[in-house]
């Protein structure tokens, strides 16, 4: 974890807590972490699930790898350490929003467990929910499938510590929710993780629509 530079803060509680923000929205904050290798699903899974999330009327934001090192992580590259502040960074927005009662779809690589484990330390510690989501995908499908051809370029060398070719993925052991993307259909994907939440009370109402429809609304 991090080490507190600044001295001489404290923490400031508001008037309004987080259960009121809660009933508000009729849904748990909840953070819904992706990890798996590039190309495995994690974005296109994130996209389909929020738009089904918000088919059912729930408050979601997509923090989504790319998207946030164009923006608060811009200054970071791919370094072992890099990685690190990067996950770290995420971990503390993605606890924000759980606090704020938004269903935060957090897609990013994050190659190691240590990681990924401080995050989940994170919102435990913060009394928040962690859902890990392992979008589990050969190397192999994944190299094939290469939708920003970034695995062409790493064989090339062209790309340094990139994960699966110079630099390690080490998979989740445990996790929530197990998603095999190369066995999966989207519409299969994005009914699980809607029934696990639903079924640990993070979207109260309405009530889960049927599976047929689920999947209607993860293809739109």
Not at 39 to 51: C, F, M, N, Q, W
Not at 204 to 217: G, V
Request: hydrophobic residues 35%.
């Amino acid at each position: 974890m991090a080490q507190q530079k600044a001295t001489n803060v404290t923490w400031q509680d508001g008037e309004i807590s987080r259960e009121d923000r809660y009933n508000i929205l009729r849904q748990r904050g909840v953070t819904v972490w992706f990890t798996g290798l590039s190309g495995s699903g994690k974005s296109t899974i994130a996209v389909a699930l929020e738009h089904a999330l918000y088919k059912i009327g729930k408050l979601t934001y997509r923090l989504d790898g790319d998207n946030v090192r164009l923006g608060i992580n811009k200054n970071l590259g791919f370094s072992e350490e890099d990685r690190k502040e990067n996950i770290r960074r995420i971990g503390e927005v993605a606890k924000l929003f759980g606090d704020a009662g938004v269903i935060s779809l957090s897609s990013f690589i994050s190659p190691y467990k240590g990681d990924r484990d401080e995050v989940r330390e994170l919102h435990e510690k913060a009394g928040l929910d962690f859902i890990e989501v392992f979008v589990d995908c050969s190397l192999a499908v994944a190299e094939e499938r290469d939708p920003k051809g970034l695995y062409k370029k790493a064989r090339a060398g062209e790309i340094k510590n990139f994960t699966g070719i110079d630099d390690p993925y080490e998979a989740p052991v445990g996790a929530e929710i197990h998603l095999k993307t190369d066995e999966m259909t989207i519409e299969q994907e994005v009914e699980t993780i809607l029934e696990h939440l639903h079924k640990n009370g993070f979207i109260l109402q309405p009530q889960l629509t049927r599976t047929e429809d689920i999947a209607k609304s993860a293809s739109l």
